[in-house]
């Protein structure tokens, strides 16, 4: 009898197969992803079980593969946000908006995006700074993010509140929402619809603005500015469309970059005062640098996943090959790719001159992020203020409240004369 004949009999054994695998990626997955990467790297669970995919040429190979192995956010994006790229890998929709999108988000903006972000988290910690104690994520790596969709991007939102409550609502469901929880699924449609009312009273507005100030300069602004050939099929609702994507797609994944930044730091005293070092002198490349690698030992994400269309075959002609067969939920571990001591020299150690492409932060492929630029500036930026304040450490652990994402971490320094 077969492990899947077995499971089949005893459908118990399948649950507690799943409660394991939970419990190990959420507790300990990197002992999780050094088991499988170094024993069955693409890992086909018996059944109707996920694929873990583990080994960093083979992440990539998938990842390389979006017509074959699809996104599965459309279905929770759709109800939101409308046709949107995200979900809509290979086809028009995905090539126009994206394209439109990265044209008007130029890398001319770095300079501004940099001196923005400084003041706004400075704006940030000093409200705070007499406390001599910050909570991080709700007064700083969420708040600046939020204050930048709106400065950069033109979409500012009513108000603070309105726009974290989008923010969290539609990350929960279109990235995190396996078990399609309908309550998450129903908060997500809720926050689409608040905010296409909010954007479709702004546009007109921002309209009317324009005509009185055409210098005015952000992302919403460069597209009502822009003239799109009907032909294109690039009109208002695709416009609605992206403006929210700017807010769902950026202040989360900052917010849990930042934290796990400083807390891998503050775990390393000596690598902790170069950084300091390099925060102190405003050496933005250098820090850059801690910041990434830092971020390599506790990723925002443990895996992307994936939805096999058709079989295929991974890493052919090698002894880990595997088919994996059409319907098959994939889940690539970037995680793990990013610890393959086959291609990553000396994993287990922190080295800040590694190649850019050992990252993956940032996704890999076509679903590289949108902002990656931005992300490079705003999130060094964010961990420079804090690393300048004196003696800075933490006095608090972080706190995910059972969710996906820090909910709080604390820090205090020493009083600044």
């Known amino acids: ?37 170094n024993t069955r790297p693409n890992l086909v669970m018996p059944g109707n079980g996920p694929v873990f995919i583990t080994r960093f040429n083979d ?26 790229m995200l979900g809509r890998d290979c086809t ?43 909570e991080i994520v709700n007064t700083v790596s969420r708040w600046v993010p939020l204050k930048l969709t709106g400065e950069y991007f033109g979409f500012p939102g009513p108000d603070m509140k309105s726009m974290f409550r ?30 296409k009312a909010y954007l479709h009273t702004l546009i007109p507005e921002r309209r009317e603005a324009l005509q009185k100030k055409p210098e005015m ?32 797609g950026g202040v989360e994944t900052t917010s849990q970059a930042v934290v796990q930044i400083l807390d891998q730091l503050f775990k390393r005293p000596k ?43 991974i890493a052919r002609g090698t002894l880990r090959s595997a088919t994996i067969k059409a319907g098959s939920l994939v889940f690539v571990s970037t995680r793990s790719a990013m610890k393959d001591g086959r291609q990553i020299p000396a994993a287990s150690q922190f080295c800040i001159d590694r190649p850019a492409y050992h990252y993956l932060h940032m996704g890999h492929g076509m679903h590289t992020c949108l902002g990656d630029q ?10 420079k203020r804090i690393l300048k304040l004196p003696n800075v450490r933490p006095s608090s652990a972080m706190d995910f409240k059972g969710g996906p994402f820090p909910e709080s971490y604390s820090i205090e320094f020493d009083s600044i004369d």
């Open 271 to 313: 690598i902790l005062e170069q950084a300091i070092k390099a925060a102190k002198t405003d050496d933005n490349h250098l820090l850059y640098q801690y910041c990434w690698e830092a971020l390599r030992f506790n990723p925002i994400n443990p895996f992307v996943v994936r939805r096999c269309v058709r079989d295929y075959k």
């Open 59 to 84: 992440v990539q190979e998938v990842l390389n593969l979006p017509d074959i192995f699809n996104v599965t956010y459309g279905p929770m994006i759709d109800p939101c946000v409308g046709p949107f």
């Open 374 to 383: 931005l992300s490079r500036v705003q999130i060094p930026e964010i961990v």
């Open 92 to 134: 028009t929709i995905n090539q126009r908006d994206k394209g439109i999108m990265k044209s008007l988000m130029q890398r001319e903006d770095l300079p501004f995006i940099r001196e923005k972000v400084a003041s706004l988290v400075n704006e940030a910690v000093e409200h705070q700074i007499q406390n001599q104690k910050i």
């Open 1 to 37: 009898m077969t492990t899947t004949d077995t499971q089949a009999k005893n459908p118990s054994q399948k649950g507690l197969v799943a409660k394991f695998l939970g419990y190990m990626i959420e507790s300990k997955p990197d002992l999780l992803f050094g088991m499988i990467r």
């Open 217 to 248: 300069d952000d992302i919403l602004s460069r597209l009502l500015k822009s003239h799109f050939p009907e032909a294109i099929h690039f009109d208002d609702e695709r416009i609605v469309a992206n403006i929210m994507g700017t807010l769902v």
């Open 166 to 195: 989008w923010s969290l609502a539609t990350q929960l469901d279109m990235f995190h929402n396996l078990d399609n929880d309908s309550v998450i699924h129903q908060n997500n449609i809720d926050a689409g619809h608040e905010m």
